[in-house]
């Protein structure tokens, strides 16, 4: 069984990090891209970051480019969105996903998804 468990959200003040974890199972994981997503009350999942699970290669949105940093740990199966100088509008649920395909941002390019773990960054 595939499965995608995020961990880490929580409640920070503005300037603030926090880490976030994903520790997958299920699939061969060196296959795979993992990307962190995020969703906001009343607005659409957006793309975060990414990283290619077999060369480490990573993608970061401009609007986190920077502040976020990705990581992955191949012998853990385990990938990290380290966060920093975070902003109010950063605030949003964040999912982890795995795709088969090469890296991308795009929701419909993942194929495994986790249940999501709350950020909340107060001003």
């Known amino acids: 069984e595939v499965q995608l468990v995020e961990s880490g959200g929580g409640l920070v003040q503005a300037g603030g990090s926090l880490r976030l974890s994903c520790a997958a199972s299920g699939f061969t994981f060196d296959d795979y891209a993992i990307g962190w997503f995020r969703q906001a009350p009343g607005k659409e999942r957006e793309g975060v970051s990414c990283?290619?699970?077999?060369?480490?290669?990573?993608y970061y949105a401009d609007s986190v480019k920077g502040r976020f940093t990705i990581s992955s740990d191949n012998a853990k199966n385990t990938v990290y969105l380290q966060m920093n100088s975070l902003k109010p509008e950063d605030t949003a649920v964040y999912y982890c996903?795995?795709?088969?395909?090469?890296?991308?941002?795009?929701?419909?390019?993942?194929?495994?998804w986790g249940q999501g773990t709350q950020v909340t960054v107060s001003s």
């Open positions: 996903a795995a795709s088969i395909t090469p890296m991308g941002l795009s929701t419909n390019e993942y194929d495994y």
């Open positions: 990283i290619s699970s077999s060369d480490g290669s990573t």
